[in-house]
């Protein structure tokens, strides 16, 4: 029995640490070695402080005086201590664990992962996110307006052939803003008739595409969409650079292909990345599920928010070890 308790708490997503009456480890999951970075060998050699921070230790006695009495505490939010020496964000949850007739003989910890408190704070965050697209985008405008005005003083004084694209790429995302701010207040997007070709030729002036990867891209001529340009523009921006960033520094290709379709088109945006675990795709469009280290994954969620706003659908094929798929549907004209 003993055994088979062990393997279940092996199979638990959550770290699951046990400490005796004395404050030694001694027992400890697999994904509590994920977590903390000891193997069951190291931690079952020390004692719990060695999970704790400076700082926490006054609020962790507190929890532990708490529970002596028999009560269960849920879902604290404190910090801990890696092998490594990090302060990490967690949520823990500790259970006496009591006989009969005799006092407290073990403390049971379970801790969530830091990715789930990230995830708690992202959602919370969500909360407020016509405010914060309208305080972002008032701040990115003034930097923008300073460097269009330079532009425009170059362009005067200067023969530099390079700087209209300048201005034409600085107008583009005053445009990007302006959408922002429209779409925060209206919440619908602002739909037109607009050719994919140069929808396409706009992202790919726009993405910084390395020379590493091979770019191959189909033709779109004579296909017009009737969607939003610029939340579909950003869109495709959001697929490029997630495809570049998924090949990384090797040699690569980023595919992207059309087809056109009675009353659609679909486009496919591949690349020749490692592809995602099947933890990541399982949950994609939820906010901070990423494969990036740095990464908030709130960009493949907003990207599928804009595509099912503008009347469209978005797939993925995950190709473990071979790289994804991001495919949309995008109709061709107003719906009647």
Known sequence: MKRLTEAVMDCMEDAVVVEDSTGRICYWNQASER????????????????????????????????????????DVETTRLTKDGRSIEVIESF???????????????????????R???????????????????????????????????????????HLPMMKKQLALCDSIITNLLESTVTGKPQKQQVPL???????????????????ECGSAESILLWIDPAQIRQTFLNLVHNA?????????????????????????????????????????FQPLVTTKKKGMGLGLLTCKQLVEANGGAIYVENRRGHGCTFSLILPKSAAK
């Open 35 to 74: 977590v903390f970075g000891y193997n069951k060998e190291e931690a079952c050699l020390n004692y719990i402080e060695v999970l704790l921070p400076e700082e926490a230790k006054g609020d962790f006695a507190k929890c532990l005086k708490q529970v002596f009495t028999g009560r269960s505490l849920l």
């Open 95 to 117: 259970f006496p664990v009591k006989r009969e007739t005799e006092p407290l003989v073990a403390v049971i910890h379970i801790v969530r992962d830091p990715v789930d408190v």
């Open 119 to 161: 995830r708690k704070k992202a959602l919370e965050t969500l909360s407020n996110q016509p405010q914060i697209a309208l305080t972002l985008a008032h701040e990115l405008r003034n930097p923008l307006a300073a460097l269009n005005n330079i532009a425009y003083l170059l362009e005067h004084r200067l023969d530099a052939k």
């Open 197 to 215: 070709q140069e929808l396409l030729d706009q992202v790919l002036s726009l993405a910084n595409i390395p020379s590493h990867v091979q770019l």
């Open 244 to 284: 570049v960033e998924a090949i990384g520094d090797k040699q690569g290709t980023l595919d992207i292909q059309i087809q056109e379709e009675q009353q659609s088109a679909r486009i496919h945006f591949s690349d020749s990345g490692p592809g995602m675990s099947d933890a990541v795709f399982k949950k994609l």
